[in-house]
């Protein structure tokens, strides 16, 4: 599915005002979407970037449950007029257009084709995590965080991509923040990675498949 197939015109029409509001426009690393319990009044397609979904236990702490990124869809509770049931926050800049939710049901019902659209893209989101999370539950913990920046590396070209804090790190990984930044720092001896910045490095992805595979 390409990533901007999603058929904005036809199910606004006239009301494409509605993408113009702040809610709909940029959000910078570490802004909140939404949060879980809120009512879920709007779709959200992401044009650029990426979204943690995460899950708090009773004491506060964090679980990342899905990563989302360009193309995929996220809010959907808003379909069904349901709370959300994850805190949706931008890792990177992030890019959104927005649908309400009402007027996606709207058209999903008026238009088969576009309610199938909407749904392919949902279950696809959710396959992806499925994968994701699988394969940064199995293995040491070199292997996994390996696998995670070469997931990461699929956002963009090239051998940049973006770098997670050691704390985001260790909540998609399911390792102590302490681990991440030792394996993190034992990358950079190796040379698999080598930093930009604090929030970018550009990576050796032989190396980190070779890490990913063992």
């Not at 720092?185 to 080598?194: K, Q, V, Y």
């Not at 910045?197 to 595979?213: F, H, M, P, Q, T």
């Amino acid at each position: 599915m390409k990533p901007l197939d999603f058929p904005l015109d036809a199910v606004l029409g006239g009301t494409r005002h509605l993408l113009d509001s702040p809610r709909a426009g940029i959000f910078k690393p570490r802004q909140t979407i939404y949060h879980a319990g809120s009512p879920g009044e709007w779709i959200y397609l992401i044009r650029r970037g990426l979204v943690k979904l995460v899950r708090y236990s009773t004491s506060g702490a964090e679980r990342i449950v899905q990563v989302a990124q360009r193309g995929d869809t996220i809010g959907m509770s808003a379909l069904l007029r349901r709370p959300h049931g994850r805190t949706a926050v931008a890792m990177t800049e992030v890019e959104l257009s927005r649908v309400p939710g009402d007027l996606a049901a709207s058209a999903a019902r008026s238009q088969p084709r576009f309610g199938q659209n909407l749904m392919a893209r949902f279950q696809a989101s959710l396959d992806a995590a499925d994968v994701l999370l699988a394969e940064l539950s199995t293995g040491d913990a070199e292997g996994r965080i390996a696998r995670l920046l070469l997931f990461l590396m699929n956002e963009e070209e090239g051998a940049e991509t973006y770098l997670p804090s050691r704390e985001d790190i260790g909540a998609l990984v399911g390792t102590t923040t302490e681990t991440a930044s030792r394996t993190v720092a034992a990358f950079r001896r190796r040379g698999l990675i080598e930093p930009v910045n604090r929030e970018r490095c550009r990576c050796s992805v032989d190396g980190l498949k070779r890490v990913a595979e063992a």
